[in-house]
């Protein structure tokens, strides 16, 4: 079955480390989107991507950055993790040509920054 | 910005009682979505409507989007354990990402 999968699930990293988060669809779609969750803010998005080598800065996109350089992938990179970037984030992917056809998610990622 | 209000924000209630849950906006969208969020995992959507004043209804819920297409509801009739997660409503308009609502916090209580 097609899925949507996230890695590491949990990761505790320490101020001013790069971190990668992981995220791989197996559905095949185009779209492919990034948000973070946190309590009384709600899921709020990153980074977004509508095809390969395209991607776009979302609502909180400071201190992220993405690349697409296959369907199937869009990694996640905090350049220098900050005790701000501590929260769940979660990938989402998306098949119509119109990006705000339903969203399939991820599991999740939990990151600690100490 | 386009925002989407969600109310009430938290809701506990007892199983078998009905109950309502609200996401307004002052935009207009052409669709929104309403997705189901348990502990430790990703949201799963439960349905999009996309005509204004259209009803769906799945098993015991029923969605209404309201006929300007500015806000909805989710209403669940004879609530059980199993209902209990974070209720979250999404909207869309154009080649716009989604704009996600904050979330009403449901906990069904046997």
């Known amino acids: 079955d097609a899925e949507i999968t996230q890695s590491p699930r949990h990761k505790i990293t320490e101020t001013g480390r790069q971190v990668t988060l992981a995220c791989h669809q197996t559905w095949n779609h185009n779209n492919m989107f990034w948000y973070r969750q946190d309590l009384g803010h709600g899921l709020r998005l990153i980074h977004y991507?509508?095809?390969?080598?395209?991607?776009n800065k979302g609502e909180v996109s400071d201190g992220y950055s993405v690349s697409r350089s296959n369907t199937e992938d869009l990694p996640l990179t905090l350049e220098s993790a900050a005790s701000s970037q501590t929260s769940v984030y979660f990938c989402a992917s998306s098949e119509l040509a119109g990006p705000s056809d339903s969203q399939y998610f991820g599991p999740g990622t939990r990151l600690t920054v100490l | 910005t386009q925002l989407l209000e969600q109310s009430p924000q938290f809701l506990s209630i007892q199983e078998g009682e009905n109950l309502t849950v609200y996401c307004n906006s002052s935009?207009?969208?052409?669709?929104l979505q309403w997705y189901r969020q348990e502990p430790g995992e990703g949201p799963v959507l439960l349905v999009t409507?996309?005509?204004?004043?259209e009803v769906k209804k799945l098993k015991r819920l029923t969605f209404q989007f309201g006929d300007a297409r500015k806000d909805s509801s989710l209403h669940i009739t004879a609530a059980q354990p199993g209902d209990t997660g974070l209720y979250l409503c999404a909207g869309a308009t154009g080649n716009t990402p989604l704009v996600f609502g904050k979330g009403t916090r449901l906990s069904v209580i046997a």
């Open positions: 409507v996309v005509t204004g004043g």
């Open positions: 935009s207009v969208f052409s669709s």
């Open positions: 991507s509508y095809g390969v080598q395209d991607t």
